[in-house]
């Protein structure tokens, strides 16, 4: 990527807006609402706004490496709090992708040094689900099946959460999992059962 293109691309990208609304940039700069808040995994191929046709202020967007959800990680903590409690979204996504290298990653026995603690999380989706992905022979499936079964416990964990039953019990708020694939382009609706999951850990994990 040459870096000098850079400016000159976002000068161009301007007058594009521009030339469709002359006062573009002053609706932009009044706020945001957005109804959606996109969790996704931090993969260069994976743009949130552009694989679903989104402009500026219509998402609030948060990634990182595999898409996870870590009831101890401030940051996107911090993220499904702001965007549930004060921006009001009424749909929380968790957006996976077919070929993770996080995901595949995690599988391996390698000391990634730094990475170790936070991969660990996707190893125990694996535990969870050992049963079932042990018994997909095809190696490249098998890591398929594990980035939908990491989206399903990632929304599980959100389903966790004082502020997603909250804003469910008050305004209706959905949890959501999705699937890029990388290798068509399309996004995949993993149609979370979001009333059963949120049955069956209501006995552990209610919060008033």
Partial sequence: ????????????????????????????????????????????????????????????????????????????????????????VNHVVVCGHYACGGVKAAMQSADLGILNPWLRNIRDVYRIHRKELNAIEDENKRYDRLVELNVKEQCVNLIKTAAVQKAHRDRGLKVRGWVFDVYSG??????????????????IYQLD
């Avoid at 400016?7 to 007058?15: A, S, V």
């Avoid at 399309?186 to 006995?203: A, H, N, Q, S, V």
């Fill in 1 to 88: 990527m040459d870096l000098n293109k850079v400016f000159d691309n976002n000068k161009k990208w301007i007058q594009e807006k521009l030339d469709v609304s002359s006062n573009y940039f002053d609706e932009l700069g009044k706020g945001q609402s957005p109804d959606l808040l996109y969790i996704g995994c931090s993969d260069s191929r994976v743009t949130a706004e552009e694989l679903m046709g989104a402009e500026p202020g219509e998402v609030f967007v948060h990634r990182n490496i595999a898409n996870m959800v870590i009831s101890i990680d401030l940051n996107v903590m911090s993220v499904v709090n702001y965007a549930v409690d004060h921006l009001k």
């Fill in 186 to 203: 399309k996004l995949i609706d993993l149609k979370i059962d979001f009333e059963g999951y949120l049955k069956d850990i209501m006995e």
